[in-house]
């Protein structure tokens, strides 16, 4: 005779759903925390390329564990290269989260390339963070390594269009040294010149085609919107993150200490994945239009004097070339 508990599934029910709260709680444990301020400073080696002349460069990014804080940190003992010269060119103003392939090192000729170069920073109330360069093989740069690094491509897969792109090349139109007064804003025009590699195609375009190819996967029993919806809360899938390919211009502030305002509003130039972010990173970024004649202008206004460098990138989604321009800004 065969005996049946009543309370059978009473109990299954139970279990399983000890099973859940356990398997949520370890994927909470596990989870990443954010941080809006207060936080360190992570030091980024990206890697080393061969240059035609036979020289190495170096190329260093970031993470700035912070969403919104954006520490200053000067050269000297808290942000500083060894051996030789501490300033290698590396920024002292550090834009939230991660910033890859931020900028690069030129070595000089005949140098000892068994060396190991160290970039250090301390920040976040005293916390110490070291970057190692050196030439291992495993750290080789090349566009199809920065192309998928960065998002614009998947890991480990390229095309012939992605290996034919070449980075966009930005030109600022007049000095690349200025004065400006407090309050009052410059303008920076920017020459930009690109391939079109890349083709732009809009997140939504591509959100689109993976919610039909859900609703199909499920039967067509979920509404666009149902899908669009768990879309945006799915933990991502990808081992890089995902960003939209298009053109764009970004200026921000690499080195100086005062709050500086860009107009228009720049595109983020850092991985912000958030859905409504104006970033390439985010889920509805749209590549804006391209200036007809392939000028950019930036109104920039600073609060406080000093001396300032900023950074503008100009980006395909794939590769970027990199412009500078130093501001004296007195009261």
Do not use: C
């Amino acid at each position: 005779m065969i005996f049946i508990n009543k309370n059978l599934p009473k109990i299954l029910s139970w279990s399983l759903a000890l099973v859940l709260i356990s398997f949520s709680l370890i994927q909470v444990a596990q989870a990443q925390p954010s941080y809006r301020k207060g936080q360190h400073i992570e030091p980024a080696y990206e890697g080393w390329k061969r240059n035609e002349d036979g020289t190495v460069t170096l190329i260093f990014g970031y993470f700035n564990e912070n969403w919104e804080e954006e520490p200053n940190v000067p050269v000297g003992d808290n942000n500083f290269f060894s051996p030789g010269n501490p300033d290698r060119g590396q920024p002292t103003h550090f834009l939230p989260r991660r910033n890859r392939f931020t900028w690069e090192v030129d070595m000089p000729r005949g140098w000892d390339e068994d060396e190991e170069v160290t970039w250090t920073v301390t920040s976040g109330a005293g916390i110490t963070r070291t970057a190692y360069a050196s030439m291992n093989i495993d750290y080789v740069v090349d566009t199809m390594v920065i192309a998928s690094e960065t998002g614009s491509l998947g890991a480990g897969t390229s095309s012939p269009e992605s290996r034919s792109n070449v980075p966009p090349i930005a030109t600022v139109l007049g000095d690349a040294q200025r004065t400006a007064q407090v309050g009052e804003p410059i303008i920076v025009r920017t020459l930009v010149v690109d391939d079109g590699i890349p083709k732009p195609r809009a997140t939504r375009t591509r959100t689109i085609e993976a919610e039909e190819a859900d609703i199909e996967a499920a039967g067509g029993t979920l509404t666009p919107a149902q899908v669009y919806r768990a879309r945006l809360l799915r933990r991502p899938s990808r081992s890089t993150v995902g960003k939209t390919n298009g053109l764009f211009l970004s200026w921000s502030v690499y080195r100086g200490d005062g709050a500086t305002s860009f107009e228009p509003p720049q595109v983020k130039p850092w991985e912000d994945t958030r859905t409504s972010a104006n970033s390439p990173w985010g889920a509805l970024w749209t590549p804006s239009p391209i200036p007809e004649d392939g000028i950019w202008e930036t109104n920039i206004t600073f609060d406080e004097p000093g001396e300032y460098i900023l950074w503008g990138r100009a980006d395909d989604g794939g590769l970027y070339h990199d412009v500078y321009v130093t501001v004296n800004v007195t009261r």
